[in-house]
């Protein structure tokens, strides 16, 4: 998966991903409207807001970038319609060329693990593999150890796919658990790195990075910098830019030599940039992402330049 990230990266020239996490306040009243008068006022209407609102963003952007990251708690909180609702954004995000990374921060053992695992494996069932999520990586949290992990591993070797391990996120109290030192020396999130650095070793990927790779926070830019030295081979997918404050000058040091090694996710920052007003009048959500993502890519650009 990351090689055919790096690959799409390329194609599209340049290091982002668009995050959907979308919420009723950033919902143009048209498209609530919509799904209220088909299908009445419920959980089955929320779904279809949530499809319409997802479709017009991937329709708008699906030619500057090489992926979404859909968050699926947004689409959970409205019960089993919400969940189809974000299947079927996956599999429309697919069918537009993009790839899809899952952020299901997942973390679990044994069994478990396993039956998260088919987020990204599949779910077998009388003979047949079924692919319910249309994943090509999802987020995982490290707490409980390489017992929350080695499934996805499997899976990452099996059928090609990726992760990103939390390693150092990018809200304030984060720190408050990673950044602790240990007697041993060093913080968490360093140790967690070496964790995440050794599990990725027997998934190497053709262009030089594993398919296990790292969550680190754009707004702390000095441990992006470390991290990037600790973790060479491990690809970054990099939270906080835009609405939490970070820009493209504080990720020069997330990137290697060339310029590569992580994608940049902003997801407010876009799915929410039609509600700045403006020349779309304040509803065109598409041409106002369309817009907002063009701005992150100069910014990135200028910035690795």
Not at 60 to 85: C, H, N, W
Not at 122 to 136: K, V
Not at 169 to 188: F, H, I, W
Not at 264 to 271: D, E, K, L
Request: proline share 5%; charged share 25%.
């Amino acid at each position: 998966m990351i090689d055919r990230l790096i690959e799409r990266i390329d194609a599209c020239g340049a290091p982002v991903v668009v995050g959907l996490d979308p919420v009723c306040s950033m919902v143009p009243e048209r498209l609530i409207t919509e799904a209220v008068e088909t299908h009445g006022r419920g959980l089955a209407a929320a779904a279809h807001m949530l499809a319409a609102f997802s479709r017009e963003i991937i329709d708008a952007v699906s030619d500057l970038t090489p992926a979404v990251k859909p968050q699926i708690a947004m689409y959970e909180r409205f019960g089993p319609e919400g969940l189809a609702a974000y299947a079927e954004t996956a599999a429309y995000a697919r069918s537009k060329g993009l790839l899809v990374i899952g952020d299901v921060k997942r973390g679990d053992i044994s069994s478990t693990a396993e039956a998260y695992a088919a987020h990204i494996g599949g779910a077998e069932f009388a003979g047949e593999l079924f692919d319910p999520w249309h994943e090509d990586a999802v987020t995982l949290n490290p707490y409980l150890g390489v017992d929350g992990i080695r499934p996805f591993l499997d899976v990452c070797e099996k059928a090609g796919k990726g992760i990103f391990v939390l390693v150092k996120t990018s809200n304030p109290s984060g720190a408050e658990l990673q950044d602790l030192v240990l007697e041993r020396g060093g913080p968490v999130y360093e140790h967690v790195a070496g964790l995440v650095s050794r599990w990725g070793e027997p998934c190497m990927g053709a262009r030089g990075y594993s398919r296990v790779g790292a969550v680190v926070g754009a707004t702390f830019a000095e441990q992006g910098r470390r991290l990037r030295k600790l973790m060479p081979h491990t690809f970054f997918l990099v939270p906080g830019y835009g609405a939490q404050g970070a820009s493209g000058r504080d990720l020069r040091g997330f990137f290697d030599a060339d310029g590569r090694g992580c994608v940049v996710n902003s997801s407010r920052g876009i799915t929410a940039a039609w509600q700045k007003g403006g020349r779309f009048g304040g509803n065109d959500v598409g041409a106002a992402a369309r817009e907002a993502l063009e701005a992150m890519r100069k910014d990135l650009k200028e910035a690795l330049a």
